[in-house]
């Protein structure tokens, strides 16, 4: 089990949602990803990727003008 | 049944590529299926090096109007069209093209980005998609 960090800072629309998507393609289960980024609708649509693709929302956390979301891996 | 998009990329401008690609991708990017039907104006951009050089649907004054968009895009720091194709691969997504549009407009296989391209196609195999799918655009 190991932690994947996503740098999605400054980038736009779809960016941060692509990102989150590919690195739980390439996670392993139990791997937990942690993604920091700015653009504000990925902080709540990132959110409803992980609940539609079935993983597990850990965090979602702010840190001045940046979001920090983590995620955690439950499912192949 | 995993969910589907399926989207007609008719037109071959600049700002609907943006849109259909951000669509397909975001889809797969919440767990869905997607699938491109590249048509009329659309296949030119399957072209090698057709990529990005689509006109702007409105206001695109000879190509002046195009530019400025592109620079608020940079600005903005959109993703280019082409990494958002790359992406699009990457999540699994499938690009079918159409053949009577090759034929109409003197395409052959060999001028398109065949790296690109899962299947040849017509009506049929759009309908099949489409069939299966929750989401259908035409753009």
């Known amino acids: ?71 955690k891996k439950v499912k192949g | 049944m995993t969910q589907k998009t399926t989207i007609v990329v008719h037109s071959g401008d600049m700002d609907k590529m943006f849109s259909a690609f951000i669509i397909a991708n975001g889809s797969m990017a919440m767990g869905m299926e997607a699938s491109l039907y590249f048509t009329f104006w659309g296949l030119n951009r399957l072209k090698k090096g057709g990529l990005d050089k689509g006109p702007l649907s409105k206001m695109n004054m000879l190509g002046l109007g195009r530019r400025m968009v592109r ?31 090759m034929e109409i407009m003197g395409i052959k296989k060999e001028d398109l980005r065949l790296d690109w391209i899962d299947e040849f196609g017509a009506v049929g195999t759009y309908v099949n998609e489409a069939r299966r799918s929750d989401i259908t655009l035409f753009i």
């Open chain 2, 71 to 101: 620079q608020r895009m940079e600005k903005a720091n959109v993703a280019k069209l082409e990494q958002m194709v790359k992406d699009f691969k990457e999540l699994g997504g499938k690009i079918i093209a159409c053949e009577m549009t």
């Open chain 1, 1 to 71: 089990m190991s932690q994947v960090n996503l740098d999605c800072r400054g980038q736009n629309c779809p960016v941060p949602l692509v990102e989150v998507r590919k690195a739980l393609k390439k996670a392993a289960v139990g791997d937990v990803i942690e993604v920091v980024g700015t653009h504000p609708s990925s902080k709540k649509e990132i959110p409803m990727a992980v609940d539609a693709l079935e993983q597990q929302l850990l965090e979602v956390k702010d840190n001045g003008p940046e979001w920090i979301i983590r995620i």
